[in-house]
Nanobody, 129 residues
Framework: VQLQASGGGLVQAGGSLRLSCAAS????????MGWFRQAPGKEREFVSA????????YYADSVKHRFTISRDNAKNTVYLEMNSLKPEDTAVYYC???????????????????????WGQGTQVTVSS
């Protein structure tokens, strides 16, 4: 499975961006997909995740009500709509996937980076004040 993240850029505080993560390979629809971010000098942190066919979604408290995760299984793509962006949202954003039917992440681990098997290359989001 290969993941390709895109859509990052420079935006002013209060602005919006939409990140996309395109996945190659079969069985995308069976995979839990996650978004993480890493700011300079900080650890990678959970942002959001979406379950496979059912589409249950999860968010870090810091982005709840501002970010929306969604997926289009026909296009093998997961999205992260980011609104009301703040300077503290500045980071490299990574998409990640679990093993799908061969190893679904349990709910208690969905915010753990180590629970995901596949990672994209990251896309830079910079929010200016």
């Amino acid at each position: 499975v290969q993941l390709q993240a895109s859509g990052g850029g420079l935006v002013q505080a209060g602005g919006s961006l939409r990140l996309s993560c395109a996945a190659s390979g079969p069985t995308f629809s069976s995979r839990t997909m996650g978004w993480f971010r890493q700011a300079p000098g900080k650890e990678r942190e959970f942002v959001s995740a979406i379950r496979s066919r059912g589409g249950n979604t999860y968010y870090a408290d810091s982005v709840k009500h501002r970010f929306t995760i969604s997926r289009d299984n026909a296009k093998n793509t997961v999205y992260l709509e980011m609104n009301s962006l703040k300077p503290e949202d500045t980071a490299v954003y990574y998409c990640a996937a679990d093993k799908g039917d061969n190893g679904r992440i349990i709910l208690s681990s969905i915010q753990r980076a180590g629970a995901y098997t596949y990672w994209g290359q990251g896309t830079q989001v910079t929010v200016s004040s």
